[in-house]
């Protein structure tokens, strides 16, 4: 497939779903690669053949990438269509600087949308033929169709659209796909009587290019919550809890009220703070 290749700097965050605009006239596609800033624009093909092999590959990635719990693309896009601003639309096929192929779906926020611009999220093709999701917005799918939904949604929040579905963000079992040595914690918050309140993040973290000796990338899970429980307010009230998951790791907590949570039965979680804890503490998980 003849694709033509340039390199154009956008203002955009790595963690955000890129915007993608047709180019009318041309019936192409352009998009950004996460971080990398690289876009690519897909040619409509010009010959059967061409158009088979296209199909052939997207057919291939769609029967091949799992997500970590087995779930398929079509399963993970239609159930995330159900709750979240998510409309797909096209599917397609291109070539990047690195030579590498890539495959793509097109998506909008509202099914009406008259605009020409779009998101996408694409899956690159190594000449090895392994298939690795390169949008970073779109990591939370390799956890499953909730992350991305919640990641999404909290997206929405974030940028004022209205309709956002606040009560799937705000459903506990909708993060038992965080686990811990105590259980999910969905279940773990719903028996320590917490509810979610904003913001949410479910998030994916690319490895910074300028620390090539670190681990790579992880996924990080952000929640205030309100309990009602005994413990000290700050909390029992928009406490924070974050756990974190490197790639090919289990579920780490790294605030304080997650350590807790991962080490101590529901509703238990502040009945004995040790002065220690509260030194080790040093003001990060208080209100300043």
């Known amino acids: 497939m ?15 779903p890129t915007v993608v605009k047709k180019m009318s006239g041309r019936r192409a596609l352009w998009f950004c690669l996460g971080p990398s ?11 059967n053949s061409v158009r088979a092999n296209e199909s052939a590959l997207v057919e291939r990635v769609k029967s091949t990438w799992r997500a970590q719990d087995g779930e398929t693309i079509e399963h993970i896009l239609s159930n995330v269509s159900k709750v979240a601003q998510f409309v797909p639309r096209t599917w397609g096929v291109a070539e990047g600087f690195d030579r ?12 009406d949308n ?12 190594a000449f090895d033929g392994t298939i690795q999701l390169a949008s970073t917005y779109a990591k939370p ?21 209205r309709d956002a579905n606040h009560r799937f963000l705000h459903d506990l079992a909708n993060f038992n796909f965080v686990t811990t040595t105590r259980g999910p914690l969905g279940n773990l918050l ?6 979610i309140v904003e913001p949410v993040g479910v998030d994916y973290l690319p490895k910074p290019n300028d620390k090539p000796t670190e681990k790579g990338g992880l996924w990080r899970v952000l929640l205030l919550v309100n309990c009602n429980i005994p413990g000290p307010r700050f909390f029992t009230h928009n406490g924070v809890i974050i756990f974190e998951k490197s790639e090919g790791y289990d579920w780490e907590p790294q605030s304080f009220f997650a350590k807790r949570i991962a080490a101590f039965p529901p509703g238990s979680w502040f009945d004995r703070i040790e002065p220690k804890e509260w030194e080790e503490l040093d003001g990060r998980d208080r209100p300043r």
Do not use: N
């Open 2 to 16: 003849k694709v033509a290749r340039f390199e154009r700097r956008v203002d955009e965050k790595p963690d955000r």
């Open 37 to 47: 800033l690289i876009c690519l624009v897909g040619l409509a093909a010009t010959s």
């Open 100 to 111: 590498d192929e890539y495959v793509f779906v097109s998506w909008t926020r509202h099914r």
């Open 114 to 125: 008259k605009s020409d611009e779009q998101y996408v999220i694409t899956w690159k093709i």
């Open 141 to 161: 799918m390799e956890l499953g169709w909730r992350a991305l939904a919640l990641s999404l949604i909290a997206s929405e929040v974030a940028d004022g659209e």
């Open 190 to 195: 719903r028996q320590g009587r917490c509810t």
